[in-house]
């Protein structure tokens, strides 16, 4: 099937191919007719799966074709759970809508608010937030979302992790009864499940791939190492001139900023990722990655979501996550759009049971590498 064949309109078409888009990816083209037709969606898709396209454009394309004289109010709404991922939105729209006419702005914390604020007294179609800028703006009279006509929230089972739920319920009362919601989610646990009852009336369920599921491109491994040898083990991988770009995660923002170090020290271009970083340092160290000029980026969890960078060849777990469903995000950020990558993770002996939890979880036994230095470093692997 080609994107023709989609009832797409012609300057959305025109768009889609400027990008070099000529076939839906299968979430795509199961999610875009559901959605042209004014249905709510339940789409359980993991990451690279091509998920924005698939709601964005059939948002633009139903904005487009209702404007007609009317004035400029937000209707629509998409909600997500970092800044990263609301930027990346943000230039999917601007993509796929270039030659649509339809208006839409990007606001999230973390840096003043006078340019979003402008952009929303200027007139937008389609708002893309974080829930607490959102909120925030909310309460200072500078948005209404009275004229919500699609609600989209995306990476629904990460907002939960966030701890988003208190303002969600908070945001969801401000919304039109009477709407059309998507939600996607990567994983299904009770609490996503809960919220679809709440908040979806009769959803059409698109499910792409089987949940918390990895993708089969993705080569993983496993090193059973000592916590304390983890960074010589890294340093000796990313010798490997084959690994042409690393996204290392770290449990903490400590930790990440410590790895930077020791990769620095080592002469391997390195920038870290994290909370605790200015916006303006994190969208820096994320354009120096995807432009090749830095190898490694160090980040935790919540700063690496929404990272999209073309053609990652290594994901490294430096700590493995207590959340198997992390696992499955974190390795997601590779092996995109049909294309290889490799997922090595580090396992001391206090992280077996996570390792455990992630097989279990992703139904297959990760492959241990055995010939490396720090193998016996570890007792009872």
Avoid: W
Wanted: hydrophobic fraction near 40%; charged fraction near 20%; include cysteine.
């Amino acid at each position: 099937m080609k994107f023709e064949e989609l009832n797409i309109i012609a300057p959305i078409l025109k768009a889609v191919a400027s990008e070099g888009y000529t076939m839906p990816t299968p979430i795509q083209e199961i999610a875009i007719p559901v959605i042209l037709e004014g249905k709510d969606l339940l789409g359980c898709a993991q990451t690279g799966t091509g998920k924005t396209a698939a709601f964005a454009i059939p948002l633009l394309q139903i904005l487009y074709e209702g404007q007609k004289n009317a004035p400029r109010t937000i209707k629509g709404l998409i909600l997500t759970p970092t800044r990263e991922l609301a930027i990346q939105i943000s230039e999917s729209l601007t993509s796929y809508g270039r030659y649509a006419g339809i208006k839409h702005t990007v606001i999230y914390g973390g840096v003043a608010q006078g340019p979003q604020t402008n952009a929303l007294k200027a007139g937008v179609d389609i708002l893309v937030a974080t829930p607490g800028r959102l909120l925030d703006l909310i309460n200072q009279k500078y948005i209404s979302l009275n004229h919500i006509k699609l609600f989209i929230l995306d990476e629904a089972d990460r907002m939960l992790d966030m701890g988003f739920a208190h303002d969600m319920r908070k945001i969801l009362k401000q919304l039109p009864v009477t709407r059309q919601t998507l939600l996607f989610s990567a994983t299904m646990p009770p609490e996503i499940k809960k919220l679809v009852d709440t908040i979806l009336k009769k959803p059409v369920k698109v499910e792409v791939t089987p949940v918390s599921s990895t993708v089969d491109t993705i080569e993983q491994t496993v090193y059973f190492v000592d916590q304390k040898d983890k960074k010589s083990l890294l340093i000796q991988l990313l010798r490997n001139k084959s690994i042409d770009s690393a996204l290392v995660f770290t449990r903490t923002k400590h930790g990440a900023d410590k790895v930077v170090k020791y990769l620095s020290k080592a002469m391997v271009t390195a920038q870290a990722i994290h909370g605790n970083k200015s916006q303006g340092a994190r969208q820096l160290a994320l354009n120096n990655f995807k432009l090749k000029r830095t190898r490694v980026l160090v980040a935790t969890d919540i700063a690496a979501r929404g990272i999209d960078v073309q053609e990652l060849s290594h994901v490294i777990n430096f700590d493995l996550p207590n959340v198997p469903e992390t696992y499955v995000h974190r390795i997601g950020r590779t092996g995109r759009a049909g294309l290889g990558g490799m997922a090595v993770s580090f396992c001391d002996n206090d992280e077996k049971v996570y390792l455990r939890d992630i097989q279990k979880l992703i139904h297959k036994n990760i492959p241990v590498i055995e010939n490396q230095p720090y193998a016996k470093s570890i007792v009872g692997k």
